[in-house]
């Protein structure tokens, strides 16, 4: 599985624990989160790439982990 692009995403390596992804996606959530930046649909989609980064890696290790 291709990962490189969420990691990207996120600004990770992928080598990090949930703690710390979850923390660099609230990060990248809060910077480009259309109520921040209303009418700014590059940030809009920022958001969007972020949130299913965040929800593909985290499936990816819960797959993994276990």
Request: glycine share 4%.
């Amino acid at each position: 599985m291709k990962l490189d692009r969420y990691y990207r995403a996120l600004g990770i390596t992928g080598n990090e624990d949930r703690v710390f992804i979850k923390k660099a996606f609230m990060r990248v959530a809060q910077k480009y989160h259309p109520d921040k930046n209303p009418d700014n649909q590059e940030s809009i989609e920022k958001f969007i790439d972020a949130k299913n980064a965040y929800e593909n890696i985290m499936k990816f290790k819960r797959i993994t982990d276990d």
